[in-house]
């Protein structure tokens, strides 16, 4: 799947560039966003919310401010990931606070959040309202993840976590994406549930992935409790991986079932290559 020709990434991408373009030259901000918003990644979450803009009836040209915001605040969600986790090595590159410093870090990541803020604002009360709700589940996710190895933490405790950590951001793009195509909360809803199901497939995959040490583009000094280690507290770890497996399947399949509720086109389509691109694609 070649994401980088689909023109949803192409949009999100000339945004950011003008954004960063706008940006006074002298600033060290300008530097520490241009390092971490070029540092690759595949867009997943803005692309999810314009394609779910066109499921319900919008145009994606209109929805890349959200759009940005989304990323925007993913990225500052991962600078601050690094902070807490001693994240050294992120998508292949030194880590925003091994380059720039800790407080310099802290402050890009402020920034962003700030960016991100002032972008979804024109887009209504709904997007606003589940914008700022994702950014409070993510860190609450975060301060699971934390705690997640100083006392018990089982399966539903993993599952809260993650919906909270990562799925709830994919879950925002999808709502965010419909309301602004014109979706009322029924669809809306439903789309949000859509960017959940994929996000909680989305995590335990990476999970499972560092748990099998088949990541080299992500580095960190703190270890999280995942679903795989649950697992094996129980059962082999051939059961563990195997188990885990399934229910990343499993919430694919929930969230396909979901898009095939959606009248087929071209959105639909791409929306499905997605979810198991980020998926059962990289499953082991």
């Known amino acids: 799947m070649n994401i980088e020709q689909w023109d949803e990434h192409k949009l999100i ?28 990644g595949k867009k997943i979450r803005p692309i999810i919310l314009m394609l779910s803009s066109e499921i319900c009836g919008g145009d994606s040209k209109k929805s890349v ?31 925003a606070h091994e380059k720039f410093g800790h407080a310099a870090a802290m402050l890009c990541g402020d920034f962003l959040i700030s960016k991100s803020i002032e972008l979804i604002s024109p887009f209504g009360t709904n997007a606003v309202r589940d914008f700022g709700r994702a950014g409070m589940y993510m860190a609450e996710g975060e301060t699971i993840d934390v705690k997640s190895v100083t006392g018990t933490f089982e399966e539903s405790n993993y599952y809260e976590c993650i919906r909270k950590k990562t799925a709830s951001l994919f879950a925002a793009s999808a709502s ?3 309301y602004i195509g014109g979706a009322d909360d029924e669809v ?13 497939a989305y ?13 080299d583009d992500k580095k960190s ?16 770890h051939e059961d563990a991986v195997n188990k885990s497996i399934k229910e990343v399947k499993k919430q694919v399949m929930y969230a396909s079932d979901i898009l095939r509720t959606f009248d087929a086109c071209d959105a639909t389509g791409k ?14």
Do not use: F
Request: glycine share 6%; with cysteine.
């Open 13 to 40: 991408t000339s945004a950011m560039s003008d954004m960063i373009a706008d940006m006074d030259n002298s600033s060290q901000m300008k530097k520490m966003v241009t390092h971490v918003c070029n540092s690759g």
């Open 65 to 95: 401010d959200a759009a940005l915001a989304i990323e925007l605040i993913h990225s500052a969600s991962l600078i601050h990931d690094d902070l807490l986790d001693g994240g050294v090595i992120r998508r292949g590159l030194p880590s």
């Open 176 to 178: 965010i994406g419909a």
């Open 188 to 200: 809306a809803n439903k789309c949000r549930l859509y960017g959940e199901h994929v996000g909680t």
């Open 203 to 215: 995590q335990i995959v990476d999970d499972l992935l560092e748990y099998l040490n088949a990541q």
């Open 221 to 236: 000094t703190h270890e999280s409790v995942t679903l795989p280690q649950i697992y094996l507290k129980q059962m082999s």
């Open 271 to 284: 929306l499905s290559q997605i979810t198991n691109h980020i998926t059962t694609d990289m499953l082991p």
